[in-house]
C-alpha cells in the first residue's frame, strides 16, 4: 500500500486542507466560499491549503474550466501551497489501492454483468423498492473467480461494508452516525478500470496528507463512505467540517436563474476581489456579533469554526453590492486604483495613459467619489463631469435647484465674481467668501451651494462643494458658472 503517514487528526500538527474542484465548469460562488473557508482556517493556523483538480471525468472536464479555477483562485488572492494535483495523473495509485482493499479482503470482484444489475434494478423498482446490491449475489468460489479472471470476463470492484455505525464529529453538525446497514457494498472500480469518487478522494487525500476536509454538505452521504475506505487502507481519518449550500433569495439552490453565479462574471464586472471574499466568507459563517465589513486581515483574524453554520446561506446580489462599497470606502487607495483604470476605460471616461498622466490629481477624485460609490464603475461614471467640457444639466436637478432661472442666474452671477477674485483658489477663502455673500444677499449658504453644485456637475449630489470646485481647477469652475448662466438666461428657460 502507497500511503504516507499522516498526521493524526487529533494532533497539534498544523492542518492540511485542500479544495478539490470538478473543473466541469465555471468557479462557481459555492466553491469558491468553500475555498475560501479552507484558505482562512489553513492560513490562520499556519496549516497548508493545497489544490486538487479532479479531472477524471474525462467527457466533462475542461481546460477552459481550469483555468477558470486558477484565475479566480488568484483574483480572490486564494494561494495555494505545492503543486496542483491534477486527481486524473493518480489513476496507478488508486488502482494501486483498490487492490490493497482486494487483497485484504475488504472488497470484492462483482462479475455480475450489467444487463443482469438493470434488470434486478428495474424489478425492485416496480415492486416499489429501492435496489440494493446483496452481496450473496457475487460470492464465488476461489475456482469460480480464477476462471472468471482466466476468461477475461469484466467485474467491478465493491467495498465490502462491514457490520456497525459509522459517525463522526463534524466541526459544524456534531456528531453524525449512519448505520452501515444503510450503505450498500458501493463500487470502488468500475468494470472500465476507473475508479469511482469516493476512491480517488479518499486515495488522493491520504497521498496529500490532508487531515481536515472541509466541503460542501452535499458531500455528507459520502462521507461514511469514505471514513470506512480511509479504515480498510489503515489510514487516520480526517477531521471533517460539511458547511452548507448557497441558496437565492428565494430560498432555492443557487443558480443562473438568480444572476451570475460565476466568480469571473464579478471580477470582470469590476468588483473588488476583497469585497468578494468578505461576501463569501459570510456565505455559512458569521462572527457571533454585528460584524459584518471585514477587509482580508480581519476575516484572517476572526474566522472560526464556531461561527459556522448549519443553515443554508443565502445569496444577496444587493448585499454584494453594498459590501463592495464599503470596501471601496475603506481600503488603502494603493489597493483600489488598480480596478479603478479598467472601469473608466470600461465606461469610456478616460484611458489608463491620461489617468496616469494626472496622478495626483485623479487620486484626489477617486478619494472623493470612491466614499460615494458602490462599485468602480459607478465611481467612473460618477467622474464624467471632471473629465467633459461641458456638463449636461439633469433635468431634475434643473426643477429642483434651477426653478426661478433669473435668480439663479443672478446669485451664479455674483458667486462666479467673488470666486473669480479670489488671489488663491482654495477651500476655506472660497467658503469663506460665498458665506459672506450669502449673508450680503440676505439668503441661506445652500441658496448659492446648491445651484452652483448643478453649474459644476450637472447633478444635484456631489463630493462637498469646495472639493469639487478644487477638483475641476479654477479655469474649468468659471467656465461653468458662465455657461450655466448663459444657460439660465437663454430660451431653454424662457
Ligand atoms: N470534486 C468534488 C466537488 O467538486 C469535491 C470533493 C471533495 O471536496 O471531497 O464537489
Redesign the pocket.
Given at each position: 500500500m502507497s500511503v504516507s503517514p499522516a498526521p493524526d487528526a487529533t494532533a497539534t500538527t498544523p492542518p492540511r486542507l485542500r479544495f478539490?474542484?470538478?473543473p466541469t465548469g465555471f468557479l462557481h460562488v459555492g466553491?469558491a466560499r468553500t475555498a475560501l473557508f479552507n484558505w482562512l482556517y489553513a492560513r490562520q493556523t499556519g496549516g497548508q491549503f493545497l489544490l486538487r483538480i479532479?479531472d477524471t471525468d474525462r467527457q466533462r472536464s475542461t481546460d477552459e474550466s481550469t483555468r477558470a479555477i486558477f484565475e479566480g483562485l488568484a483574483w480572490l488572492g486564494l494561494d495555494y501551497d505545492e503543486e496542483v494535483v491534477f486527481q486524473g495523473a493518480n489513476l496507478a495509485r488508486h488502482r494501486a489501492d483498490v487492490a490493497t482493499l482486494l487483497a485484504s479482503g475488504a472488497a470484492y470482484r462483482d462479475f455480475t454483468p450489467a444487463a443482469e444489475l438493470e434488470r434486478m434494478r428495474a424489478e425492485a423498482e416496480s415492486a416499489g423498492q429501492a435496489f440494493r446490491f446483496d452481496r450473496a449475489l457475487a460470492a464465488l468460489t476461489p475456482e469460480q473467480e480464477a476462471a472468471k479472471l482466466a476468461a477475461g470476463e469484466p467485474f467491478a470492484v465493491r467495498f465490502k461494508v462491514p457490520d456497525g455505525v459509522t459517525d463522526w464529529v463534524d466541526a459544524v453538525h456534531g456528531r453524525i452516525a449512519f448505520p452501515n446497514k444503510d450503505i450498500e457494498d458501493f463500487i470502488i472500480l468500475r468494470s472500465d478500470g476507473t475508479p469511482v469518487y469516493n476512491l480517488a478522494?479518499v486515495s488522493d487525500d491520504i497521498a496529500m496528507r490532508i487531515t481536515f476536509?472541509m466541503?460542501?454538505d452535499d458531500?455528507i452521504s459520502n462521507t461514511p463512505k469514505q471514513i470506512l475506505l480511509y479504515r480498510a487502507l489503515g489510514a487516520p481519518v480526517p477531521r471533517f467540517a460539511h458547511v452548507p449550500m448557497i441558496h437565492g433569495t428565494d430560498g432555492k439552490k443557487l443558480s443562473k436563474r438568480h444572476g451570475a453565479t460565476a466568480v469571473g462574471d464579478y471580477q470582470h464586472e469590476g468588483l473588488l476581489p476583497s469585497a468578494m471574499c468578505n461576501f463569501l466568507a459570510l456565505l455559512g459563517w458569521s462572527t457571533g456579533d454585528d460584524t459584518e465589513v471585514m477587509l482580508r486581515d480581519e476575516l484572517l483574524a476572526r474566522f472560526s469554526l464556531d461561527g459556522l453554520q448549519k443553515k443554508a446561506a443565502v445569496f444577496d446580489p444587493q448585499k454584494l453590492d453594498w459590501m463592495n462599497g464599503q470596501h471601496l470606502a475603506k481600503l488603502p487607495l494603493d489597493e483600489v486604483m488598480p480596478h479603478v483604470y479598467p472601469a473608466f476605460e470600461r465606461q469610456g471616461v478616460s484611458t489608463r495613459a491620461e489617468l496616469e498622466s494626472r496622478d495626483a490629481w485623479f487620486r484626489t477624485l477617486v478619494e472623493l467619489l470612491r466614499v460615494r460609490s458602490r462599485t468602480v464603475d459607478e465611481l467612473a461614471r460618477q467622474a464624467v463631469p471632471y473629465f467633459v467640457d461641458a456638463v449636461e444639466y439633469d433635468a431634475d436637478a434643473v426643477s429642483k435647484q434651477w426653478r426661478d432661472a433669473s435668480a439663479v442666474a443672478e446669485i451664479l452671477t455674483a458667486t462666479r465674481e467673488r470666486l473669480a477674485s479670489l488671489p488663491t483658489w482654495e477651500p476655506t477663502s472660497m467658503e469663506t467668501a460665498l458665506r459672506a455673500l450669502a449673508e450680503e444677499l440676505g439668503i441661506s449658504g445652500g441658496k448659492i451651494f446648491q445651484p452652483l453644485r448643478v453649474a459644476l456637475t450637472g447633478q444635484t449630489a456631489s463630493p462637498g462643494i469646495f472639493d469639487v470646485l478644487v477638483v475641476l481647477g479654477r479655469d474649468r469652475s468659471l467656465d461653468r458658472l458662465e455657461a450655466a448662466v448663459r444657460w439660465l438666461k437663454s430660451d431653454v428657460v424662457a
Open positions: 478539490a474542484p470538478s466553491g479532479e478522494v476536509v466541503r460542501g458531500h
